[in-house]
């Protein structure tokens, strides 16, 4: 795999590649054999490649690993990818978005997902039962999963990161490798499930919404900023919220500046 033979590919099949969807190809293979170190692949796991795209990624995979689950949503890269691993009896392909298809089991995830992707698939990935995930983001978003409390990167996402996965940022991968160029530098993420979770949430859903709520109101006090959400969310009138707000904890801090447990504490007190 190289570039030359990634544009003989999209010159043979007529693609071109598509920006809107992330459409970045990855051209050096020596960052191939990191992603295998990074997961400890052998010969028991069945991994997940999202968003395989030519299955050069693919094939190396499933050199390595008992199967491999490849699923491409853009149906003229399937075209591709279907011919490239045409000879792998252990790889099945999948069309479709891997958030939605009805997948096979799988154990880990080795993957160089579309941008566009990141951010939905890490959260789900985060909820499913996997030993890791290895894959390449674009830097700055996966800096947000590790940002410190109260910094200007610090969000939903770092809350939920902390509680679910055990996060770490590896090799910086530059734009030069993929073809066409995108306009930032990626990075290897590694997520490991914790196990056990550093605190418990009594109430996922209500805990994510909560969360997810609290850092469009960032820079309020939590108090002022509650009351919207419960307002919606428990179906109640503006004196009831305004008391369940005022009585939760933490009321007078701001919202970015709750750690990812306090927020575990804030929502378990408001689901008693």
Known sequence: MSLEETKQLLRTFRIVPNRILGQNFMVESSV???LCEYACLGNDDVVLDAGAGF????????????????????????????EQVCGYANVTIIQGDVL??????????????????????????????????????????????LAPVSTKNYGWLAVVAFHDAKVEL??????????????????????????????????RIFFDGLVRWMFTQRNKKVNNA?????????????????????????GERRARDLSSSEFGELANALTK
């Open 100 to 145: 939605t298809a009805e997948l096979s089991t799988f154990n880990k995830v080795v993957a160089i997902p579309p941008y566009y992707l990141s951010s939905r698939l890490v959260t789900w990935l985060l909820k499913r039962q996997i030993e890791c995930a290895v894959l390449i983001l674009q830097k700055e978003f996966a800096e947000k999963l």
């Open 226 to 250: 509650l009351m919207p959400f419960l307002r919606s969310t428990f179906k109640v009138g503006k004196e009831e919220a305004k008391k369940l707000a005022f009585e939760a904890p933490f």
């Open 55 to 82: 299955g050069f990624l693919t094939r190396f995979l499933a050199d390595r690993c008992k199967a491999v689950v490849a699923v491409e949503k853009d149906p003229r890269l399937l075209m591709v990818l279907r």
């Open 170 to 203: 590896l090799d910086e991968v530059p734009k030069t490798l993929f073809y066409p160029p995108p306009q930032v530098n990626s990075v290897i993420v590694r997520l490991e499930p914790r196990k056990p979770v550093p605190y418990k949430v009594n109430n």
């Open 32 to 34: 191939y054999p990191k």
